[in-house]
């Protein structure tokens, strides 16, 4: 029993060893905002959802265990996201992940940003923020700063 435990413990210890670091692993990141879909304008307020793409380009699985963004119109916050949903990345994939949300434009309710909006400017959509990826029991955080150009629905 006592030589069971030792080989138990032995084991874990190399096992948790080998994921000490990330030093020769590439670390997953959010690649692009893609199918940015407008809803319903009431009261200064804009519900939309867009999804973004993870690139996982390593052989390990991970899990995004925190997502912090800043949602940007022209630069100025609209939403926040703010979870500790466990999102699992699979080894060699890119998958999307689809964030449905409801921005306050009231901010940008001043004149001239709106009316350059309306005679066909198109706002730049910004998600800003960071990430926190884990791998056995180790974390790091990672930045986010995507841009895209946007057509809003009046």
Avoid: Y
């Avoid at 926190?132 to 895209?148: E, F």
Wanted: aromatic share 8%; charged share 30%; with cysteine.
């Amino acid at each position: 029993m006592h030589n069971l435990i030792k080989t138990i413990f032995f084991l874990i210890l190399i096992g948790l060893s080998s994921c000490k670091s990330f030093e020769n692993v590439s670390i997953p990141s959010f690649e692009r905002i893609s199918d940015f879909k407008p809803g319903e304008w009431k009261d200064g307020k804009l519900s939309f959802s867009f999804t973004t793409e993870i690139n996982n380009p390593d052989k390990l699985k991970f899990k995004i265990r925190r997502v912090d963004l800043d949602i940007l119109l022209n630069g100025r916050k609209i939403a926040e996201i703010h979870t500790d949903r466990v999102i699992r990345i699979k080894r060699l994939l890119k998958p999307e992940v689809k964030w449905d949300l409801t921005g306050d434009l009231k901010a940008l309710i001043k004149p001239g940003m709106i009316l350059s909006m309306l005679t066909g400017g198109k706002p730049e959509f910004s998600v800003k923020g960071t990430m926190q990826v884990s791998k056995c029991l180790v974390r790091r955080t990672i930045p986010i700063d995507l841009n895209t150009l946007i057509k809003l629905p009046f």
